[in-house]
Structure formats: C-alpha cells, structure tokens
C-alpha cells in the first residue's frame, strides 16, 4: 500500500489513503472516519478491503484535524467545508471515476450525509449512524438521513446506543430509497467487522445494478 497523499483545505492539509484498482474500477467509494478515531477503525479497514476486492477504488479521508495529531473533532460545517474541499481535488484530479458512493462511520456517515447532493453522489453509505446522543432520543438527527437525497443504507450495529436498527428505520419511514442493514455489535462496530462489510458489498452491487 502507497503511502496516502496529502490534500490542501482550508482547515490545513487531510490524507487520503487509496485503495483498490486506479484503472477500470467499477466505482468509487469515499469514506470518512468518526470523531473519536481515525481510518482505521475496524467498520473502515473491513469495507475497504473487502470493496477493493471486489473492483472498486475506495478513498479512505482523513480529515485534517487527524493529520494534524488533534483529538476533539471539530463542529459539522467545519468538518464539511474539509470533506468538500477533499472531493473538489478528487474530481479535479481525474480521482472520482464511475458511480461515486460517499459515506464513513459516525461523524464520517453525518458529513456524507449532509453533502452527498452538492457532491454528485450516487449513494451514500452510513457505518454506525449516530442517530442521536446516548439515551436522548429527541435530540434526532434524522433529518441529515432523510435529507441525503440519494439511495442510502445505514449499517447499524444491533445494541448501537446512539440507535438501534429498528429507530433507524423508523426515522426513514417513507424514503423508498433507504435500507437499513442490521449487523452485531454496538457503535464500534468492532464485533463483527466482517458482516460489516459483507452487508455494504451486498448493497454496493445493488446499487450497480439499478
């Protein structure tokens, strides 16, 4: 694996880490990480190589915050204004070929989420979507799911306490083009990080095949 290469935004410089075939991918696939952790998470690293596997070119993104050695996230629009900036030099690049997916776990799936129409995306792909805080239920942010605009699945770990499965799908309750895909494990994801990505690699090639 080469090592990632680093792109300007106005927060400072992000990595991004390429995996998978440069010529002839079936898609692209852009994932971003949680505020608490990086792209190596065990959801991340799993999809990932089980996509690339499969012929698709997967970026994992870090954001600059990461690269920088810092430890608290910063607020979504920032977290936005870096992601897009990211993309920008993607596609200016000649990176973003074929069907282009967004998506990430947690804070990652959030900006995919809120950005996944101005960007052109075909799907998006939510890991451990954070539906709302630890037993506050009515601070939802189910808006930013019914919001994306594009076919999305949201691969959610069964005892996840940022929400449970069958919340998600309640939150998604008449968006014909969302799916909810139960896995073991909480919001780590970390049980079972190859149902992880059997679920998204199942979904993906839905997706192609539409």
Request: glycine share 14%; charged share 15%.
């Amino acid at each position: 694996m080469s090592s990632p290469a680093l792109v300007s935004t106005p927060l400072g410089p992000a990595a991004v880490h390429a995996h998978g075939p440069v010529e002839g991918a079936r898609g692209t696939l852009v994932l971003g990480h949680g505020a608490g952790g990086g792209v190596g998470s065990a959801d991340l690293v799993a999809v990932t190589g089980t996509a690339a596997a499969a012929g698709w070119r997967v970026l994992r993104v870090e954001q600059p915050w990461r690269v920088a050695g810092g430890r608290i996230a910063p607020a979504p629009p920032r977290l936005d204004l870096a992601w897009t900036a990211v993309l920008e030099a993607l596609r200016t690049g000649g990176a973003l070929t074929g069907p282009l997916v967004l998506g990430g776990r947690s804070a990652g799936a959030r900006v995919a989420c809120r950005t996944a129409t101005a960007q052109g995306a075909d799907g998006v792909l939510a890991l451990a979507f954070p539906l709302h805080p630890p037993g506050r239920p009515e601070r939802s942010r189910a808006a930013e799911l019914t919001s994306a605009g594009v076919p999305l699945a949201v691969v959610q770990g069964g005892t996840d306490a940022f929400g449970r499965p069958a919340e998600v799908l309640a939150a998604l309750d008449g968006v014909a083009t969302a799916t909810v895909l139960a896995v073991p494990g909480d919001h780590s994801l970390e049980r079972a990080p190859d149902a992880v990505a059997a679920a998204a690699l199942g979904w993906l090639e839905d997706l192609l095949s539409r």
